[in-house]
């Protein structure tokens, strides 16, 4: 997953789901604020800004990163894995400032990043793509405090990672939960590598750190929110502009298609003739079947991935009978064009359900393999494979450290830990 993004503006909520294939986690833009979200699935009103609010300091932080391309260049020599080089040192020591700024920030009480949701699919979050580029910046200070021994302190950097990553993904929509997986997947590849140099304190100071995280944001939530938010917006489109808003509809949905780079949208000229109370059943029909995959998303993880699989079959069905009717000459069955909304866009939200449960499984992982390193291979047996929970994860001695390894399949291949430097 990449850890750099550079795309200038992208939107969320309706269309966030977009960014999954095309960015591998977010993009974003310029700064949106103002009004208050409607309320959606318990995440709470804009508050004020003031001097507790994390956010604030992030942002300052982001801003203070050094965007040279030798800085960008040095950032990236050694990826998570590579041990310190010296030769970063130059824009370590220019990143004192924003480093500072981002340790203040881990240690305030609350983070709001003042998101105007009720501009539904035009809602900005211009914060995910410099959370993203700042992961480089913090584990590069965490190998240097390797290097120099303090392991308490590059534990320390590690967790505020992924206090970041938690705190960027809390919100109404997928981009950010995303941009969190993305935060917290590079920050146990960096955690794992490097488990082998930690002493005994240090190792203690990581579990118990982990522990005592705020919570992660769930994708069902998520979900709901973004869902709420999205057809909020749709109604209120359809109150203003009548017969006229699927017209305004299609234009976002070509817009849609061009950034993933199809040749139309499937459903344009149908969808534009809609009058007004057949555009209301088509988001009514959008609402119930996002429910229905958040829903899914919130069974037990080994019902999560056939009942996930059942769902893309019942949508795979509706997209091949509009192929079929455009490929006959005849309309959209009505049916389909119901679900106009549901085959474009959960095909691609509904991707998230196995990307949550890899992370789930990456969680657990990482849990356990402290455990070992603190005692043995023994301590598996307290850490059941969500996958297979009546068996625990698999094991095996590399020459650097050990390998962990669940039946949970990521594309074809089952999900594994490495702890030790690759040799």
Known sequence: MPIFVARSKFTVSFFSFLALPVLGVASIATVAAGAEPPAASGFSPISVADA?????????????????????????????????????????????????????????????????????????????????????????????????????AAVKNALELIVMGRRVGQGPHLISLLVDHAIESSTGVFLAANLPRLD???????????????????????????????????????????????????KMGEEAARLMGSPDYNYAPELASLKADDMRQVIATYAADHAGLA???????????????????????????????????????????????????IPLVGAMVPKEMRMQVRRELLAAAIAVQQRSESALREFPDPASPESPFGYRKTISGFELESKFQWQG??????????G
């Open 413 to 422: 291949k089952p999900e594994i830990l490495r702890v030790g430097f690759p």
């Open 200 to 250: 005994r304190p240090s190792i203690q100071r990581l579990s118990s750190g982990l522990r005592e995280l705020p919570p992660a944001q769930s994708l069902a939530d998520c979900m709901e929110g973004e869902a709420k938010i999205m057809i909020t917006w749709l109604q209120k489109l359809i109150d203003e502009q009548g017969d006229r808003a699927g017209s305004e509809i299609v």
């Open 295 to 345: 829903k899914i998303a919130r069974t037990s993880f080994t019902e999560r991935a056939r009942a996930h699989e059942e769902f893309e079959e019942w949508l795979r069905g509706l997209k091949e009978a509009v192929t079929s009717a455009r490929e006959a000459g005849r309309p959209i069955p009505r049916d389909a064009l119901l679900h106009a909304f549901s085959e474009t866009s």
């Open 52 to 152: 507790d609010n994390a956010a604030i300091t992030y942002r300052q932080a982001f801003a203070a990163v050094p965007k040279d391309a030798e800085a960008e260049r040095q950032l990236l020599r050694g990826g998570v894995f590579g041990p310190w080089d010296e030769s970063a040192r130059d824009v370590l020591t220019r990143g004192a400032e924003p480093l500072r700024i981002f340790h203040r920030a881990a240690a305030q009480p609350r983070c709001d990043w003042q998101l105007d949701y009720s501009l539904g699919p035009k809602t900005e979050t211009p914060h995910l793509a410099p959370a993203l580029r700042f992961i480089r910046l913090v584990i590069l200070e965490a190998k240097e405090r390797l290097a120099a021994g303090d392991f308490n």
